[in-house]
C-alpha cells in the first residue's frame, strides 16, 4: 500500500506532502475505523440483516420481503405507532412550551436569573433512571401516594397513575417533560443573549405591548433555534424507550407500548433479529424523511 | 449587561399591572421551580433516613417517626452504590476521551490537510447525521457480540460503550467547522516555520481548539450519563454496570427504606457536583445549544 501511495504522489509531491502525506492517512484512521466497524458497518448490516431470518443461532438465510410482511401485519403495530405518535404529540404541548416561557422570563431577570436557572436546571443532574423510579414511587396508585395524598389535600383523586390506561401515557411525558425542561431552556436562553434589543425600543413607540413585544420581536428572532430544537425533540421522541420501558413496561394492557419497545421485544425476547431490524428500517425511514424535510424547511425560513 | 434594556421597559415598570404583577409572577414562578427542582429532593433525602413503614404509609408526612441513619452506609455497602457510581464515572470519562481522540484527528484530517479523498470521507460522515440511531441498534449489538475480521467480542468490556460512542458524526462536523474557521495563515505559517503535522496538531490546531473541545466532552459525558439502554445490552456483567443499568435491577430485590437511600445517593453526587461547576457547566451547556444551530 505504501509504495502505491508513494508511485501516485510522484505526480505532485508537494500537495502530496502538503495534504499530509502519509501521516494523513493515519490521522483518518481511528475515524475510519470506528465508523466502519459502529456506523457506516452496522447502517449496511442493519439494511442486510432485514432481508435475512437470523436468530444468532442458525446461519442467516435470505427471505425477501416476509420480514416486512411480518412486522406491518401485526397486530401491535398499529398501537404502537398510535402510541409513539401520542407520547410525541403530548410531549410537544407539554414540553415545548414549558421551556421556551421559562427562558423568556428569566432572560428579563438581570440579577436573580442566574438562581431560576439553577433550580430548573436541577432535574436534569438528576440520573434518568433514579428520577424514573422516583417518580414511579411518586405515581404509587395506592390513596398514600406521594401524588395521591397530595391531589387529597384538594379532594382529588386517588388515580390509578401508571396503572390506568389513559393517565399512563400523559403520567409519563409528564415526568419526561419535568426531565427535560431545564436543559431546553438553557439552550433557548443562550439563544435569547443574541436578540437585538434595539428592537423592543422601536417595537415599543410604535405602541406594542409586552406580549405583543414577545410574539412580535423576541420570538421570531429565535427562531431558528426554536424550529432545530422542535426536530430534536420529534426525532428523539419518536425513539423514546428508557420511560415506558421502565415506568410500565409497555402496559398496561399495551397502552404505553411504543416502537422502540417493540424493537427491543422482537430483538432481544423473541431473539427475532431479521423482524427488529426489518421494523427499525421502517422507522429509520420515517424519520429519514422528517429529518429532511426540516431540514430543508429550517434552511428555507432563517433565510427568508 | 445591566443597562441593556430587555423586554420590559422603565416605564413599562411605572404601570402598576407590571410594577405588581411582574413580582408577583417572579415569586409564584421561584415558588414552583423549588417545588419542582428542589421538592424531590427534598423528599428523597427526607426519605433516605427513613423506616420502609414510614416511606409507605405516609409519604407526605413532614417528619418520620424515627430516623434511620444507617440506612446510607447501609445502601453505600450492601447495594454497592460507590462501585456503580464508580463504572458510570469509567464509562463517562472513557467515552469522553475515545471521543475526543476520534473527532478531532479526523476533523484535523477533513478541515487542515484536506487530503483529494476527504471529501469522500465528509461527505460519508456527513449522511449519517440524516440516520436516526435506530436503524443500527441491533447491528451494533451483532457486532460488539462478534467483531467482524477481528473475530473477537466486546460483551462485558468497557470497550462496548466507549468506542460506538465516538461514532458520532454530529461531534465530528462540529469540530470540522470550528478548524475550518482557523486561519490559513497560522497553519501556513506554522508549516514554513518547519512544524509537521503532529506538531501542527498538537501545537497549534488543539490549543486553538479548547472551547469547541470542552462543548464535545461536556456533550459526550451528558450523553453517557444519560444512557440506559446500550449498557444494559452489552454489560450483563453486574459488577461492570453503571449506576443507570444497576439501579432498577437492585429495586427489586431491596425493600424500599434501602432503595430509596440508593437512590438518594445515586442523586446526591451529581447533584453536588452540579452546585459546584454550576456556572461552567450551564455555560458549556448553552455554548453546545448554540452549536446545534
Not at chain 1, 421502565?246 to 431473539?271: D, E, K, M, S, V
Not at chain 1, 429529518?291 to 432563517?302: K, N
Not at chain 2, 468490556?157 to 468506542?163: E, G, I, Y
Not at chain 2, 444519560?226 to 454489560?235: A, F, S
Request: aromatic share 12%; hydrophobic share 55%; proline share 6%.
Amino acid at each position: 500500500m505504501f509504495q502505491q501511495r508513494t508511485q501516485k504522489s510522484g505526480r505532485s509531491v508537494a500537495t502530496w506532502y502538503r495534504s499530509g502525506g502519509l501521516s494523513a492517512v493515519f490521522f483518518a484512521l481511528p475515524l475510519v475505523l470506528i465508523f466502519l466497524y459502529f456506523s457506516w458497518g452496522p447502517i449496511v448490516r442493519g439494511l442486510v440483516l432485514s432481508f435475512q431470518k437470523n436468530n444468532l443461532v442458525a446461519p442467516p438465510e435470505w427471505v425477501g420481503m416476509s420480514n416486512f410482511s411480518y412486522v406491518l401485519t401485526d397486530p401491535q403495530l398499529p398501537q404502537a405507532a398510535l402510541n409513539t405518535l401520542y407520547f410525541c404529540l403530548l410531549a410537544l404541548i407539554f414540553g415545548f412550551p414549558v421551556p421556551l416561557f421559562l427562558a423568556v422570563f428569566i432572560s428579563e431577570l438581570r440579577k436573580t436569573g442566574w438562581l431560576y436557572n439553577v433550580l430548573s436546571y436541577l432535574p436534569a443532574v438528576v440520573p434518568p433512571v433514579a428520577a424514573i423510579l422516583l417518580w414511579t414511587f411518586f405515581y404509587d396508585p395506592s390513596g398514600a401516594g406521594v401524588f395521591n395524598s397530595i391531589l387529597g389535600w384538594f379532594g382529588l383523586g386517588p388515580f390509578a397513575w401508571l396503572n390506568s390506561q389513559t393517565l399512563a401515557m400523559p403520567a409519563i411525558v409528564l415526568e419526561a417533560t419535568w426531565a427535560g425542561a431545564g436543559a431546553t431552556s438553557i439552550i433557548y436562553l443562550a439563544a435569547l443573549t443574541g436578540v437585538r434589543t434595539e428592537l423592543y425600543e422601536a417595537a415599543e413607540l410604535d405602541g406594542a405591548g409586552i406580549w405583543r413585544r414577545v410574539w412580535h420581536v423576541t420570538l421570531p428572532q429565535i427562531r431558528g433555534i426554536i424550529l432545530i430544537m422542535m426536530l430534536l425533540q420529534l426525532i428523539g421522541t419518536f425513539q423514546v424507550f428508557t420511560e415506558p420501558f421502565l415506568f410500565t413496561g409497555g402496559g398496561p394492557n399495551n397502552a404505553t407500548t411504543t416502537i422502540l419497545l417493540l424493537i427491543y421485544r422482537y430483538a432481544f425476547i423473541n431473539g427475532d433479529f431479521g423482524a427488529a431490524t426489518a421494523l427499525s428500517v421502517l422507522l429509520a425511514g420515517v424519520l429519514c424523511v422528517l429529518s429532511v424535510v426540516y431540514h430543508f424547511l429550517t434552511r428555507r425560513w432563517s433565510i427568508s | 449587561m445591566s443597562d441593556e434594556r430587555g423586554i420590559i421597559s422603565v416605564s413599562d415598570r411605572k404601570v402598576s399591572v407590571v410594577r405588581y404583577g411582574l413580582p408577583a409572577i417572579q415569586v409564584l414562578l421561584f415558588i414552583g421551580l423549588v417545588i419542582a427542582g428542589v421538592g424531590p429532593l427534598l423528599w428523597l433525602l427526607k426519605s433516605g433516613v427513613s423506616t420502609s413503614q414510614d416511606i409507605l404509609r405516609g409519604p407526605m408526612q413532614l417528619w418520620p417517626s424515627g430516623i434511620q441513619l444507617k440506612n446510607i452506609p447501609d445502601a453505600w455497602n450492601r447495594v454497592q452504590i460507590g462501585a456503580y457510581l464508580g463504572n458510570t464515572a469509567i464509562i463517562a470519562i472513557g467515552s469522553m476521551i475515545s471521543t475526543l481522540f476520534v473527532c478531532t484527528t479526523g476533523a484535523f484530517v477533513l478541515s487542515v490537510l484536506r487530503p483529494k479523498w476527504g471529501l469522500i470521507i465528509t461527505g460519508a460522515v456527513l449522511a449519517t447525521l440524516f440516520l436516526p440511531g435506530v436503524i443500527s441498534l441491533v447491528p451494533l449489538y451483532m457486532t460488539v457480540l462478534k467483531m467482524p475480521v477481528l473475530g473477537i467480542s466486546l460483551q462485558n468490556t468497557f470497550w462496548a460503550v466507549w468506542l460506538p460512542q465516538a461514532a458520532g458524526a454530529f461531534n465530528i462536523l462540529v469540530m470540522k467547522r470550528y478548524f475550518d474557521s482557523i486561519p490559513r495563515e497560522l497553519i501556513e505559517a506554522a508549516r514554513i516555520d518547519g512544524a509537521g503535522n503532529l506538531r501542527l496538531f498538537t501545537a497549534l490546531i488543539l490549543p486553538l481548539s479548547k472551547p469547541i473541545v470542552g462543548v464535545v466532552a461536556l456533550l459526550t459525558v451528558i450523553g453517557s450519563w444519560k444512557d440506559y439502554l446500550w449498557p444494559l445490552l452489552v454489560l450483563p456483567d453486574p459488577r461492570l454496570q453503571p449506576i443507570s443499568v444497576a439501579l432498577p435491577r437492585v429495586a427489586k430485590t431491596t425493600e424500599i427504606s434501602l432503595q430509596m437511600s440508593a437512590l438518594f445517593l445515586a442523586v446526591l453526587i451529581p447533584v453536588v457536583l452540579f452546585l459546584v461547576f454550576q456556572k461552567q457547566f450551564l455555560r458549556g451547556v448553552g455554548m453546545a445549544g448554540g452549536v446545534k444551530e
